[in-house]
């Protein structure tokens, strides 16, 4: 996995949450092997006891990338930003 473009996560219950995530892969594999490997890491993610449930997609070409900013200010203010790849 190259990058993070996109997170959400909701609330589901007593300290779990149902994660969304778009992603970038190095390569250029097949269809059916991006699929396998979506999978996989879904079930890795689904290991912690938090995750209710993993859902991955893949990125569009050229999204930038999530990384984490400063912790916020307020309830309001996002604490991830995009970036430039």
Same mark, same amino acid.
């Given at each position: 996995?190259?990058?993070?473009?996109? =997170?959400?996560?909701?609330?589901?219950?007593? %300290? @779990?949450?149902?994660?969304? *995530?778009?992603?970038? $892969? /190095?390569?250029n594999?097949?269809?059916?092997?991006?699929?396998?490997? =979506?999978?996989?890491?879904?079930?890795?993610? %689904? @290991?912690?006891?938090?995750? *209710?449930?993993?859902? $991955? /997609?893949?990125?569009?070409?050229?999204?930038?990338?999530?990384v984490?900013?400063?912790?916020?200010?307020?309830?309001? %203010?996002?604490?991830?930003?995009?970036?430039?790849?």
């Amino acid at each position: 996995m190259e990058k993070v473009t996109y =997170l959400h996560l909701e609330y589901v219950g007593r %300290e @779990r949450v149902f994660l969304v *995530a778009a992603v970038s $892969l /190095t390569g250029n594999d097949r269809e059916s092997d991006v699929a396998e490997e =979506l999978y996989a890491v879904e079930q890795e993610i %689904e @290991r912690d006891e938090h995750i *209710a449930e993993a859902v $991955l /997609t893949l990125s569009r070409p050229g999204s930038v990338a999530l990384v984490p900013s400063r912790p916020p200010t307020s309830p309001r %203010e996002s604490t991830t930003r995009a970036t430039d790849p």
